[in-house]
């Protein structure tokens, strides 16, 4: 075992690492290809806008019960049998979406692939964990990095594109087939790398698992459709946040839990997880609010808001692997205050847009806005996560990509709330303002076109106060940073191989 794992960390199987960015990337850009197509999808079957959520709700609520249960899955399965699982499941709700004929049945092909994407991205990060060696990891995280952001990112300027000039349903005719193109590499050239433990599911860890954590993104989620005041809105988040209770509780008592709470007595784990919620906050706000600046108040098509958006993406995956090699040159400190200094800075101005912002104004300080996250948030989840014993990396993968949906979710419905009682409120001061100075129209036309401006001067002021608001967040990560200490590679002699795991001495030099 020690030569096997001393040669994979001079000579990583690139190859096959390839193969799982490949389908990482195809599951995650399918994640995003649908939110501008909602409004077609609307009117094809004619639901609600309420209803149509569902298409994203419906795919987080999946994630949110599958991503906290992946750190078990990682450890009872190998990574090979996982991978083709995860795709199968992916492709089968790939291909039952183009071909479904109800809205309910699409529901249910979107929660299809989503109970297969949900194991991707932790499955990814475990195999580089441990295919590359300490000293390397930033580089390798770096490379994941270019898929974790850019495909997102990449999404809604190519479905702007697709849904302008064809049906909705090409946005899953274009992933089917390279998503069997994988499950066919797959099949030939992927490996077993991972270790695997004969652990057990505990069943009732996961009904706690799937209530607080699913209860929390659907409550979380539903805010802005339903309002804080529905009773389904805070009913499934009290159910969701005692829920989750009840889970730590559990996972704390139990010798060997579904998802390891005990991770964060490693002090730069804890911290690395704590402004990783925070700055997620931050990042979720600018691809919320922009979109929503740029068609809603300048009044731009959906194709050239995501084209707003592109270089922002573009900028985001050349720098992933350049942020991860300067990560193992400098380590997180510099990179993580540098990149939050360039995020709060850029932030702020998005806080002072006008009417009549300029396009390519926006479009730069968007694209700049970007640069300073791609240098924040891999160095500080790969430092984290390099302070766990290689044991304990499936539970700080899922801890962390579960904590990151959850406060996505969390800090859209926030921002949003703030965003919409801000627009309330300044729109009744404006029009006020109008009756006492006279300048009310008496004639129709003039009523509606002094509504139609106070309703976009109304929408501005809340969208600037929400990114105000988004700015101090990442101020209070950049305090956060500050504490970040390096974690050093164990040294010579402390690496240990038992027979049935892989050890990796925890007590490691820092900074």
């Not at 929503?292 to 922002?312: K, N, T």
């Not at 406060?407 to 009756?435: F, H, P, W, Y």
């Amino acid at each position: 075992m020690e030569m096997d794992i001393k040669k994979m960390h001079e000579n990583p199987p690139y190859g096959m690492i390839a193969i799982l960015f490949f389908g990482a990337f195809v599951a995650f850009l399918n994640n995003t290809l649908l939110n501008i197509a909602l409004p077609v999808i609307m009117n094809e079957f004619a639901v609600k806008p309420s209803s149509v959520q569902w298409l994203t709700t419906g795919f987080m609520l999946v994630n949110g019960i599958m991503i906290p249960a992946s750190a078990f899955f990682v450890q009872k399965f190998t990574n090979r049998r996982l991978f083709l699982t995860a795709m199968t499941l992916f492709t089968i709700g790939t291909a039952l979406a183009i071909f479904a004929p109800t809205f309910g049945l699409l529901v249910v092909a979107r929660m299809i692939q989503a109970s297969g994407s949900a194991l991707m991205m932790p499955l990814l990060m475990n195999v580089m964990l441990v295919a590359f060696p300490i000293e390397r990891r930033g580089t390798a995280m770096g490379m994941f990095g270019l898929v974790m952001f850019t495909a997102p990112a990449i999404g809604p300027t190519l479905s702007g594109w697709i849904v302008e000039h064809y049906s909705w349903r090409t946005l899953f005719e274009i992933i089917l087939p390279f998503s069997i193109l994988t499950i066919i590499f797959a099949l030939f050239k992927l490996k077993n790398i991972t270790p695997n433990t004969s652990v057990k599911l505990d069943v009732f860890s996961l009904i706690l698992s799937s209530v607080g954590f699913g209860g929390l993104l659907y409550g979380f989620s539903s805010a802005g459709d339903k309002g804080w005041t529905s009773p389904i809105v805070y009913g499934t988040i009290f159910i969701g946040a005692v829920s989750l209770l009840v889970f730590v509780i559990r996972q704390l008592r139990m010798e060997d839990p579904m998802l390891d709470f005990r991770i964060y007595k490693y002090p730069m784990f804890a911290l690395a997880s704590v402004i990783s919620i925070v700055l997620s906050v931050a990042m979720f706000s600018g691809m919320i609010l922009t979109p929503l600046y740029v068609q809603e108040v300048r009044g731009i098509s959906p194709f050239h808001a995501g084209i707003l958006m592109l270089p922002g993406a573009i900028v985001m995956g050349i720098m992933s692997p350049i942020t991860g090699r300067l990560f193992d040159k400098y380590g997180p400190k510099v990179l993580s205050t540098v990149g939050l200094i360039i995020t709060i800075v850029t932030t702020y101005y998005l806080s002072r847009l006008e009417l009549h912002s300029g396009y390519y104004y926006l479009m730069a300080l968007y694209t700049v806005r970007m640069f300073g996250m791609s240098m924040v948030m891999m160095p500080i989840m790969t430092n984290g996560l390099n302070q766990l014993p290689m044991k304990s990396n499936p539970h700080g993968t899922a801890m962390n990509n579960t904590l990151q949906q959850v406060s996505g979710a969390i800090g859209s419905a926030v921002l949003l709330t703030i965003m919409t009682n801000r627009m309330e409120a300044s729109g009744e001061k404006l029009m006020q303002d109008a009756v006492t100075s006279g300048n009310v129209p008496t004639d129709r036309g003039g009523l509606a076109a002094l509504e139609n401006a106070i309703g976009a001067q109304a929408m501005l002021d809340g969208i600037n106060y929400s990114f105000l608001i988004s700015a101090i967040i990442a101020f209070i990560a950049f305090i956060l940073a500050l504490f970040i200490k390096r974690v050093r590679p164990p040294q010579r002699g402390e690496m240990k191989l038992p027979e049935t795991d892989i050890v990796i001495d925890t007590k490691t030099v820092q900074e």
